[in-house]
């Protein structure tokens, strides 16, 4: 018990007494920003989800953590993301409809049709296409976040 109040003794007497009250840096309030965000994305109930519409298709974005982000994809039929590539790790999970996705993996060329129960995981920076053949649900985990879905 001793100890640890030296302990808390010396950490009080190495802080500066006005540390509270200094201006903060604008790297401090945006990291106390996305602190607060997150803390806030831990538990996402479904009414609460961020809704968002990202190049023509409606997605909810779910729990936010540090790394990665959970989000739910809700496609209708003719939805289509021609081949691109972005830096994070895409795996998803089909929970309704049926889907053609495309990668380009540097041995081989993927071509496969998804359904409900299927899942996949896209390395990051690879190239990729997802065409809706029937409209349905896909939850997708990507990591790290999307900004552009937040």
Do not use: W
């Not at 690879?126 to 939850?139: A, I, K, Q, R, Y």
């Amino acid at each position: 018990m001793l100890s640890r109040l030296f302990v808390l003794s010396v950490a009080e007497l190495c802080r500066s007494p006005h540390e509270e009250d200094r201006p903060k840096t604008n790297n401090e309030r945006m990291s106390n920003l996305k602190r607060k965000n997150m803390e806030k994305k831990i538990v996402v109930r479904k009414e609460n989800a961020l809704k968002k519409v990202f190049k023509g298709v409606s997605l909810d974005s779910l729990a936010v953590g540090e790394k990665s982000m959970v989000t739910k994809m809700n496609y209708v039929k003719g939805n289509f993301a021609t081949t691109h590539q972005h830096p994070h790790e895409q795996c998803g999970y089909v929970i309704s409809g049926e889907y053609r996705l495309k990668v380009e993996t540097p041995e081989e060329e993927i071509d496969v049709l998804l359904h409900a129960g299927d899942s996949y995981a896209i390395p990051g920076n690879m190239p990729h296409s997802f065409e809706v053949l029937e409209g349905g649900e896909v939850v997708d985990v990507f990591t790290p976040q999307r900004e552009d879905y937040l």
